[in-house]
């Protein structure tokens, strides 16, 4: 009797020892593909997450050195004096409530710039000549490339008192 209770004990206890692996290797199974899957995740999210920021940062940084903004303020033109290369494009930008119109010096004929003049505005492609050839709007922009050198003196020719200066190195 006391034999066969042993038995009995023993052979629960193996039972419960391969319900206990089960149980372990059940868990195991499961866990198993959720890590795999896991680890691909982010091995794919890896290049992408490295590999952007790079392609990104360098555009704009070559934007911001090629062109200077120059805000056409209430109060006039800001900054009112800017040193730039030559090559190098200026974005004026008209943040008044009142239209603004960027142009050479000398009032009111616009030909200190080698190649402008008021005169051109009717056949000039917009940017071709150192002349908005128009009053801005609000918001509206006008750019220019200086490739000549010199010190540059332009006004509002809506407001001719209203002066800058952009000198080409
Ligand atoms: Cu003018």
Redesign the pocket.
Known sequence: MKYSMKKESVSTSFIALVGLLFLLTGCASKQQPISVASEQASAQHLPTTVSSPAVQSSPPMERESSTILVELTDSGFSPALITIKAGQTVKFENNGATKR?P?SDV??V?ASYPGSG?QKCKSAAPGSIFDACHGLDAGETFTFTFNERGAWHY?D?LD?GSKGTIVVE
Do not use: S
């Open positions: 119109w142009a009032h009111p616009h008021i006004h020719h001719p």
